[in-house]
């Protein structure tokens, strides 16, 4: 179910006829009738628990009240509202934003450290792209010196750490998602460039490359 998700919510919503808003928010009853979920029959109960137990804190639910608020769900009940969002990841260019995201502005918003954690497969084309690629997606992942979360793999081998009093004064524009993941579109290039590097470890031995 979570991967069915992940690949609607996150990729799909637009080319599979899913109501989706700005924020990443589709209509759970959307989701629930698509051919994906459907063929695991999912019940809305069952969203509800995946949701609920994502270690990562990937999704969130939330009910739409009479007053036109929405409210964080974590349980379901017959005949209210609901609508679904991943906290990340997106690639899909009309999600402009995402449930609890928030800009990176004064000195109390930013972490002391942020880290992108990669594969030593994919540093040779890091480095001729001239830094960290954002891709296909809508921005580049990074974690927190905080506990990870999520934006980061469990098996990443490397870790790439930005320098944050750099990215501070620079033209870049980083935000803060609802689960906690650092996001950042980088620059026109969508790359967050090679020169706010400041150190690049090896996951297993902790020695610099």
């Known amino acids: 179910i979570s991967k069915s998700l992940s690949k609607l919510l996150r990729h799909q919503a637009i080319s599979e006829n899913i109501t989706i808003d700005e924020q990443g928010f589709s209509p759970l009853n959307e989701v629930l009738v698509h051919k994906w979920l459907k063929s695991l029959k999912a019940t809305p ?15 969130i639910i939330v009910e739409l009240k009479p007053s036109g608020i929405k409210e964080t769900a974590h349980h379901y009940e017959k005949g209210e509202e609901y609508y679904i969002s991943a906290l990340q990841g997106h690639s899909i260019s009309s999600v402009s934003t995402t449930h609890g995201m928030v800009e990176l502005k004064s000195d109390e918003d930013w972490p002391q450290v942020i880290v992108h954690g990669t594969y030593k497969r994919f540093l040779k084309g890091i480095k001729e792209k001239g830094g960290l690629s954002k891709g296909k997606r809508n921005h580049v992942h990074c974690a927190t010196g905080e506990k990870v979360i999520s934006g980061m793999r469990n098996s990443c081998e490397v870790l790439i750490f930005l320098d944050v009093y750099k990215l501070k004064s620079s033209q870049l ?37």
């Open 45 to 59: 109960q069952e969203v509800f628990e995946v949701v609920e137990s994502n270690e990562k804190k990937r999704f």
């Open 173 to 209: 524009i980083f935000y803060k998602s609802g689960n906690g993941v650092i996001l950042s579109a980088g620059n026109k290039d969508g790359i967050i460039g090679v020169e706010y590097f400041s150190k690049i470890v090896d996951v297993k031995n902790g020695s610099e490359i």
